[in-house]
C-alpha cells in the first residue's frame, strides 16, 4: 500500500512554468513505476507522463514533449513534474498514480495508487 499526496499547482500564465510535486508514503516508493495524468473538466483522464522504477523512460503525451520534465527523488519519496511553456489547453486536474505492475505506462487502468488531483490552471 502507498498513500499520494500532490502539491504545486496554482494559477499561471501562458508561457510560465510550474513544478508540481507527488510525495508516496508507505511502501518501497522506489519499487514503484509513476505516472501523471491530468483531467480537464468535461473530458476523460489523460496521461502526460511516466517514469519507471527500473530507470527506463522517462515517457511523454506527444503535446507536452520538450515542454515537461518527469523526474524522481527515492530518496524523498518524491516524483516532480516540472512543466515549461505553459499554454492555456495544459490546464486540468493533474493526478500522481502509482503501480507495481506497469504494463502499459499510459493507460490509468494499469495504476492502483493516485493521489488527490492538484489544480493547474494557465491564463491565456
Known amino acids: 500500500q502507498v498513500q499520494l499526496v500532490e502539491s504545486g499547482g496554482g494559477l499561471v500564465q501562458a508561457g510560465d512554468s510550474l513544478e508540481v510535486s507527488c510525495v508516496a508514503s508507505g511502501r518501497i516508493f522506489s519499487e514503484y513505476d509513476v505516472g501523471w495524468f491530468r483531467q480537464a473538466p468535461g473530458t476523460e483522464r489523460e496521461f502526460v507522463a511516466a517514469?519507471?522504477?527500473?530507470?527506463?523512460?522517462?515517457y511523454y503525451q506527444d503535446s507536452v514533449k520538450g515542454r515537461f520534465t518527469v523526474s524522481r527523488r527515492n530518496t524523498k519519496n518524491t516524483v516532480y513534474l516540472q512543466m515549461n511553456s505553459l499554454k492555456p489547453e495544459d490546464t486540468a486536474v493533474y493526478y500522481c498514480a502509482a503501480t507495481l505492475v506497469g504494463d502499459n505506462y499510459s493507460w490509468d487502468q494499469s495504476y492502483q495508487y493516485w493521489g488527490q488531483g492538484t489544480q493547474v490552471t494557465v491564463s491565456s
Open positions: 517514469i519507471r522504477s527500473n530507470g527506463e523512460g522517462p
